[in-house]
């Protein structure tokens, strides 16, 4: 087994274990000579059909190495002024333009020098432990999923393997199942969860920026987790229970009645999780900008909940209802939330 270290900073084969919409946006944009998706090992059914799907992104996302593509793609006749000297900002009709996109399952197994994990928080767990024995020790395992305690999870399981979690704000979502759409452009920051994951973040995050999107390295990568499970625990379960777009919480009863005991059991938590003291009204503020910003969105919470998927609310409201009763911290509006996402 060719060692992970040999690879990793020169950018050697990097494999996509979750071939979903995160999954498939990283796909896209990264080279695809160093790019692979690990199948399913669990199933019953192999998954034998070559991944491939369009990639179409929407008006106004600033350029990424992918754009450079969907230029290209795009026929003389539509081509706006200034065609070929690269730098075009998306418009309407480019917006239109489908890539087709396709990868490949991985063979063989030995050559991955960096894995990204882009499975729902539920499955990730059990995902690895399907692959992981067949994947070099130090290959360094990069965790996408929203929410907290899957990651946790995973390093306590492997505690001697380079593992890190990113957070992202990029949104990718597919409206038919071979269509990818880059709906939003994010931040992405990776850092590192266990010890040996130090050395590999500068290495992971230079790789993860040749997509063109923004990745940063994060040097307390749980507080920034944190600050996104706060927006996720203040806007998911609302859009769900209400069935809406993120802007439109704001003006039900559900969210006016309860927002501030749960941004005063958040805070709380916060503080006693991570030492960092946020006031309640300050949480509530940020909850509210962002629901604005990604007023017509919808949530990820609701779009599983809509699609019959299961949530990752165990993983949002549910994971501070576990917090609390291990600090011994009354949850009750997140208790209350989780039971009424699980009902749905
Ligand atoms: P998704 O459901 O589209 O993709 C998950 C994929 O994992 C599916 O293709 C599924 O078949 C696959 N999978 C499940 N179990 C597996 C297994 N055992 N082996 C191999 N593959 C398996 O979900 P998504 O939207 O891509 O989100 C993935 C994670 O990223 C979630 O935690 C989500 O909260 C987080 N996230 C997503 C976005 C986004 O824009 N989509 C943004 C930020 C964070
Ligand atoms: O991350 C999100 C999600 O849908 O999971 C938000 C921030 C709520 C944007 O839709």
Same mark, same amino acid.
């Given at each position: 087994?060719?060692?992970a270290g040999?690879r990793s900073g020169s950018g050697g084969l990097i494999a996509i274990?979750?071939?979903?919409?995160?999954?498939?946006?990283w796909a896209?944009l990264l080279p695809?000579e160093h790019c *692979?998706?690990?199948?399913?090992?669990?199933?019953?059914?192999?998954?034998?059909?070559?991944?491939?799907?369009?990639? #179409?992104?929407?008006?106004?996302?600033?350029?990424?190495r992918?754009?450079?593509?969907?230029?290209?793609?795009?026929?003389?006749?539509?081509?706006?002024?200034?065609?070929?000297?690269?730098?075009? !900002?998306?418009?309407?009709?480019?917006?239109?333009?489908?890539?087709?996109?396709?990868?490949?399952?991985?063979?063989? @197994?030995?050559?991955v020098g960096l894995l990204l994990?882009?499975?729902?928080?539920?499955?990730?767990?059990?995902?690895?432990?399907?692959?992981?024995?067949?994947?070099?020790?130090?290959t360094p395992v990069v965790?996408?999923?929203?929410?907290?305690?899957?990651?946790? *999870?995973?390093?306590?399981?492997?505690?001697?393997?380079p593992?890190l979690?990113a957070?992202?704000?990029?949104?990718?979502?597919?409206?038919?199942?071979?269509? =990818?759409?880059?709906?939003?452009?994010?931040?992405t920051?990776v850092? &590192?969860?266990?010890?040996?994951a *130090?050395?590999h973040s500068a290495s992971v995050v230079q790789q993860l920026a040749a997509t063109g999107l923004?990745v940063h390295l994060?040097?307390?990568?749980?507080?920034?987790?944190?600050? %996104?499970?706060?927006?996720?625990?203040?806007?998911?379960?609302?859009?769900?229970?209400?069935?809406?777009?993120?802007?439109? @919480?704001?003006?039900?009863?559900?969210?006016?009645?309860?927002?501030?005991?749960?941004?005063?059991?958040?805070?709380?938590? =916060?503080?006693?999780?991570?030492?960092?003291?946020?006031?309640?009204?300050?949480?509530?503020?940020?909850?509210?900008?962002?629901?604005?910003? !990604? &007023? #017509?969105?919808?949530?990820?919470?609701?779009?599983?909940? %809509? *699609?019959?998927? %299961? !949530?990752?609310?165990?993983? @949002?409201?549910?994971?501070?209802?576990?917090?609390?009763?291990?600090?011994? @911290?009354?949850?009750?509006?997140?208790?209350?939330?989780?039971?009424?996402? %699980? &009902?749905?």
């Open positions: 087994m060719v060692s040999e274990l979750g071939a979903g919409s995160l999954g498939r946006l896209a695809s *692979a998706f690990l199948p399913r090992l669990s199933c019953n059914q192999p998954e034998r059909n070559q991944p491939r799907w369009s990639f #179409s992104r929407q008006a106004g996302l600033p350029e990424t992918c754009e450079y593509v969907l230029v290209r793609s795009v026929p003389p006749s539509m081509a706006p002024q200034g065609f070929g000297e690269a730098r075009l !900002t998306a418009s309407p009709s480019l917006v239109r333009t489908r890539i087709p996109v396709s990868r490949r399952w991985l063979d063989p @197994i030995e050559h994990v882009t499975t729902k928080a539920g499955d990730t767990l059990a995902a690895l432990n399907d692959w992981l024995p067949h994947i070099s020790e130090d965790l996408f999923q929203n929410g907290l305690g899957s990651q946790q *999870a995973v390093a306590e399981r492997w505690p001697g393997r593992i979690a957070s992202t704000t990029e949104g990718a979502n597919r409206p038919s199942p071979d269509m =990818l759409v880059h709906a939003g452009a994010g931040d920051w850092g &590192a969860l266990t010890a040996s *130090a050395n923004r994060e040097e307390n990568i749980l507080q920034r987790l944190w600050q %996104k499970l706060v927006i996720n625990a203040g806007i998911n379960p609302f859009t769900a229970l209400l069935d809406c777009p993120n802007g439109d @919480i704001l003006d039900s009863s559900l969210y006016q009645q309860n927002i501030d005991g749960l941004c005063r059991e958040m805070s709380l938590l =916060l503080q006693t999780e991570t030492s960092e003291t946020i006031a309640q009204e300050v949480l509530r503020e940020r909850v509210e900008t962002v629901a604005g910003s !990604t &007023a #017509s969105n919808t949530s990820s919470m609701r779009a599983d909940v %809509k *699609a019959g998927r %299961k !949530t990752e609310i165990d993983f @949002i409201n549910g994971y501070l209802v576990q917090c609390g009763k291990r600090h011994d @911290i009354a949850t009750p509006v997140n208790q209350m939330l989780t039971e009424r996402v %699980k &009902a749905l």
